[in-house]
């Protein structure tokens, strides 16, 4: 999972055990939880069902959560430069996540 900080272009990549929203959901959790309170103030996620736990997040850790129009990627044109980097980088589309580790994830998203 990729987040991309609107001002300073920062970018984030999140392993998640699976594509399932609890999963994502845990992942976005554990990260919430390791950075300051009110750092994130909100959020611009795409339309999957991964992201059907929303609302116990923008709960829980205070955010505004938007959602991008369906089929207008253009919405979110940060997040989806970025994860064009990362697959000229290193992550090629159809990348199997279960074979990459944390290490060269963030090594890829480093460069």
Known sequence: MTLVERISKLAITL????RK???V???????????PDRLLKFLTLDNGKEF???KD?????DIDIFFADPGC????ERNEHTNGWL?????????DFNEVDEDFLKEV???
Request: hydrophobic share 25%; glycine share 8%; proline share 5%.
């Open 15 to 18: 392993k998640t055990e699976g």
């Open 87 to 95: 697959r000229r980088d290193g992550l090629p589309k159809g990348t």
């Open 109 to 111: 998203t480093f460069k």
């Open 25 to 35: 959901t845990d992942s976005l959790r554990r990260f919430f939880l390791k950075i």
């Open 57 to 61: 997040l923008s709960n829980e850790f």
């Open 73 to 76: 990627p253009s919405q979110r």
């Open 21 to 23: 929203a609890c999963q």
């Open 52 to 54: 059907s736990n929303w």
